[in-house]
């Protein structure tokens, strides 16, 4: 049975988690991963470096940074995640003539993440969940399909590999057809990892402290006695927190912070 992998996408650290088998354990990549020392969690840390202006050498995780040891690294760019929903083009680093973009570090990162999983399972990717900021939701959500159609056909020759690859997946899985591809809340990610009873219904109020902003969120589960679940983020409230920019606004948003409600069931793409 084929692997079903999760990616939870920070703005300082990523972690990978994958289910085989109703087994599931969080994934350590040594090579780009830090051990976070209380918990002992394998964090990757969510930065790219370049080492040439065609994106061909790229250095991701603990390994871009021990290279930017001085913070004088050219090619260097962290923090994507936050502008990947909303200023996609913004542009974080350079190298040379090149600019980088959130969208180019994010693809960069996650084309090198990618492999980097496929190195260590020994098989191809074929399903894939990334946890999504709700506020931005259907423009990070269009971004993250973009980077993976984009990996999933860099080059000719690795198209070949890969169509090859698929052949002998589909000969040992039958139902396997490419890369399936699903998006969920944060909040929701949040609830279901701290062992929410899916078979009942509950609201609950999930905190998710980050390293740009900190969400609040209403989620309300439907189990029961459905033969599936439903979810749905009711509403949700984000602030810059680290900014301290709603310390001095009398409001309850001010232009930095924004106020969000939504209500997003489990999508998935094909």
Same mark, same amino acid.
């Given at each position: 049975m084929a692997a079903?992998?999760?990616?939870?996408l920070g703005t300082s650290n990523t972690t990978?988690?994958?289910? %085989?088998?109703?087994?599931? %354990?969080?994934?350590n990549l040594p090579d780009i991963a830090r051990t976070e020392p209380v918990t002992e969690t394998p964090l990757i840390p969510s930065a790219v470096c370049l080492l040439d202006a065609q994106?061909?050498?790229?250095?991701?995780?603990?390994?871009?940074?021990?290279?930017?040891?001085?913070?004088?690294?050219?090619?260097?760019?962290?923090?994507?995640?936050?502008y990947l929903g909303t200023e996609s083009q913004r542009p974080l680093a350079r190298f040379g003539d090149v600019t980088i973009?959130?969208?180019?570090a994010a693809f960069y990162f996650l084309r090198?993440?990618?492999?980097?999983?496929?190195?260590?399972?020994?098989?191809?990717?074929?399903?894939?969940?990334?946890?999504?900021?709700?506020?931005?939701?259907?423009?990070? %959500?269009?971004?993250?399909?973009?980077?993976?159609?984009?990996?999933?056909?860099?080059?000719?020759?690795?198209?070949?590999?890969?169509q090859q690859l698929m052949t002998l997946v589909r000969r040992q899985h039958p139902s396997a057809k490419g890369v399936t591809f699903r998006t969920?809340?944060?909040?929701?990610a949040s609830a279901l990892g701290y062992g929410v009873n899916l078979e009942r219904d509950v609201a609950l109020i999930a905190f998710d402290f980050g390293a740009g902003?900190?969400?609040?969120?209403?989620?309300?589960?439907?189990?029961g006695k459905r033969k599936c679940w439903q979810n749905k983020v009711c509403a949700s409230?984000?602030?810059?927190?680290?900014?301290?920019?709603?310390?001095?606004?009398?409001?309850?948003?001010?232009?930095?912070?924004?106020?969000?409600?939504?209500?997003?069931?489990?999508?998935?793409?094909?």
């Open positions: 079903c992998w999760a990616i939870d990978i988690c994958t289910n %085989r088998d109703g087994s599931v %354990r969080t994934v994106g061909e050498q790229v250095l991701i995780g603990q390994k871009a940074v021990a290279y930017n040891w001085d913070g004088q690294a050219s090619g260097f760019a962290y923090g994507f995640k936050r973009t959130a969208r180019d090198e993440l990618f492999k980097a999983m496929e190195n260590h399972a020994g098989e191809p990717i074929t399903d894939l969940t990334v946890a999504v900021p709700c506020g931005s939701y259907e423009t990070y %959500r269009a971004e993250l399909l973009s980077i993976v159609r984009r990996w999933r056909k860099p080059a000719a020759w690795w198209w070949e590999v890969w969920v809340d944060e909040p929701v902003s900190l969400e609040v969120a209403a989620v309300r589960m439907e189990g409230v984000a602030m810059m927190w680290m900014s301290g920019c709603c310390k001095s606004s009398s409001q309850n948003r001010c232009g930095r912070c924004r106020l969000t409600v939504c209500c997003s069931n489990g999508r998935q793409s094909g």
